[in-house]
């Protein structure tokens, strides 16, 4: 394995690591939304309108 190589898997893992990072960030946050609108809907007294 020659460095050249090695740079170029560890450049890869970075990215792919990146992207789960920016991933689980924009899973949080949408969560974190979901529940707020949840929690205001129930304070208000309003239900599911299925």
Not at 7 to 25: H, K, P, Q, S, Y
Not at 26 to 38: G, K, Y
């Amino acid at each position: 394995m020659t460095l050249l190589t090695s740079l170029r898997e560890l450049d890869w893992t970075r990215g792919i690591r990146f992207w789960i990072l920016v991933a689980a960030i924009f899973a949080t946050s949408e969560t974190a939304f979901l529940f707020r609108r949840a929690a205001l809907m129930h304070r208000k007294g309003g239900g599911d309108n299925v």
